[in-house]
T-cell receptor
Framework: NAGVTQTPKFRVLKTGQSMTLLCAQD?????MYWYRQDPGMGLRLIHY???????AKGEVPDGYNVSRLKKQNFLLGLESAAPSQTSVYFC????????????FGQGTRLTVV | GDSVTQMEGPVTLSEEAFLTINCTYT??????LFWYVQYPGEGLQLLLK?????DKGSNKGFEATYRKETTSFHLEKGSVQVSDSAVYFC????????????FGQGTTLQVKP
């Protein structure tokens, strides 16, 4: 049972390059999330989705775009990477009921040089 | 919107010491409350949860009680072990079901032998 899988696990980008982070879940969850984790900043919500074809902005959406074309996948795009986007990115998914917990991927460590 | 305030870390304890990590929250409606743990190099995983007032969530010797009157969900453990060294996150999930899921800034716990 894979749960939440993030691809890739590590990546180094040059400033101005673009990339897409893929998140896949096999639990038929309605909700999916992208977070970034920086030292001393905790987890900050970038974008989230409450269902296939829907997306919404979180706390720190600038510089990122997302898409949820299929229920099981949630893509995070960086169109023009900046050093400030160096971070560890986590994807999570959850069921639609408030009492259900979130499941997290293992993270993607992104360095922008 | 939902928000959460966690005790600032890092917290450094000796093995077998008593642990308390404070968490207070604001959330819409009648939230469910969660504690997640992040071990080094991993994503977050659920530690325990409580879904109604006065409920006590427990797991691996950790406990937290849902205190609606004080909007708190403090994490406790009677005797910590070196293996408990991790980052702990408190997370309310509001009953309005907007889908947004936010976390506290995390509290780093280091347990020394």
């Amino acid at each position: 049972n894979a749960g939440v899988t993030q691809t890739p696990k590590f990546r180094v980008l040059k400033t101005g390059q673009s990339m897409t982070l893929l998140c896949a879940q096999d639990m038929n969850h309605e909700y999916m999330y992208w977070y970034r984790q920086d030292p001393g900043m905790g987890l900050r919500l970038i974008h989230y989705s409450v269902g296939e074809g829907t997306t919404a902005k979180g706390e720190v959406p600038d510089g990122y775009n997302v898409s949820r074309l299929k229920k099981q996948n949630f893509l995070l795009g960086l169109e023009s990477a900046a050093p400030s986007q160096t971070s560890v990115y986590f994807c999570a998914s959850s069921g639609g009921q408030p009492r259900t917990e979130a499941f997290f991927g293992q993270g993607t460590r992104l360095t922008v040089v | 919107g939902d928000s959460v305030t966690q005790m600032e870390g890092p917290v450094t304890l000796s093995e077998e010491a008593f642990l308390t990590i404070n968490c207070t929250y604001t959330a819409t409606g009648y939230p469910s409350l969660f504690w997640y743990v992040q071990y080094p190099g991993e994503g977050l995983q659920l530690l325990l949860k409580a879904t109604k007032a006065d409920d006590k969530g427990s797991n691996k010797g950790f406990e937290a009680t849902y205190r609606k009157e004080t909007t708190s969900f403090h994490l406790e453990k009677g005797s910590v072990q070196v293996s408990d060294s991790a980052v702990y996150f408190c997370a309310p999930r509001g009953s309005s079901n907007t889908g947004k899921l936010i976390f506290g800034q995390g509290t780093t716990l280091q347990v020394k032998p």
